[in-house]
């Protein structure tokens, strides 16, 4: 348990009631068991196996190519190392969009095979038919408005989002029709902060931020983007709170050079 509260297991009861009282919610993304135990014993409040381990983890440079498999095989193992966080895991691209009867039979599997608590997927209006579907049968859903990462080729590339009033106007009808679809809280990326300001405001759901300004109710960010495990490129709206993958390169520099020059293993590592 952490030193932050008593909650044994958060839910999303236990989300609506923090919500409630102003306490901003913690959010990192996680691909494995390791890494989840880590995030869960820092105290996060909730981990989402994100569809970006197909570049974090898969060496890809999109999230399109990412498989239901891969999402179950790292849910599950994420599932393994966190105790208390709630995990949400992410549906890649078409494992919903299909219909909603499709988005049903892969939601569940998330939930039945990886033992995922929660499903989030991409869209907002046009996804709302989806979401109640999923909702109605009781899975929890997650929105996620702004940037849609698996529209990247449509887009042509990665834009902050609702610059224009008629742009800003959709996404308010988007984070509207989410809510009302059941959701039980909603991803913001990406959007100028005094849209998610607002539609923070306007909503009754909890809003989790990335690089969506300061008054959302909650932060998301990449594990790896803030522990600079991830170098090929910084988001904007990333803050860098390590530098491990310059100390991985030095301790693994550090290791190659005493396995060649002989002073790696001693007799302390060796048996008699
Ligand atoms: O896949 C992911 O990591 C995400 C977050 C950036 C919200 O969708």
Known sequence: MSIHD?????????????????????????YDALMARLADESGVDMILVGDSLGMTMLGYETTIPVTLRDCLHHTAAVKRGAKRAMVVADMPFLTYQISPEQALRNAGR?????????????????????????????????????ILPQSVKAEGGYRVQGR??????????????????GAFALVLECLPMAL???????????????GAGP????????????????????????????ALADQIRQALAAYRDEVRGGSFPTEEQSFR
């Open 196 to 210: 998610s300001q607002e539609i923070t405001a306007g909503t009754a759901i909890p809003t989790i931020g990335i």
């Open 110 to 146: 998330l939930l039945q095979e990886a033992g995922a608590d929660a499903v989030k997927l991409e869209g907002g209006e046009r996804l709302a038919p989806t979401i109640r579907r999923l909702v109605d049968c009781g899975v929890p859903v997650l929105g996620h408005i702004g």
């Open 215 to 242: 008054h959302c109710d909650g932060q998301i960010q990449v594990l790896h983007d803030i522990l600079g495990l991830f170098e090929d490129f910084v988001p904007h709206h990333t803050k860098r709170y390590a």
């Open 164 to 181: 224009t009033p008629e742009a800003a106007a959709q996404l308010q009808r988007d984070a509207a029709a989410v809510q009302d679809a």
């Open 6 to 30: 008593d909650v044994t297991k958060v839910g999303v009861q236990q989300i609506r009631k923090w919500t409630a009282a102003g306490r901003r919610l913690v959010v990192v993304t996680a």
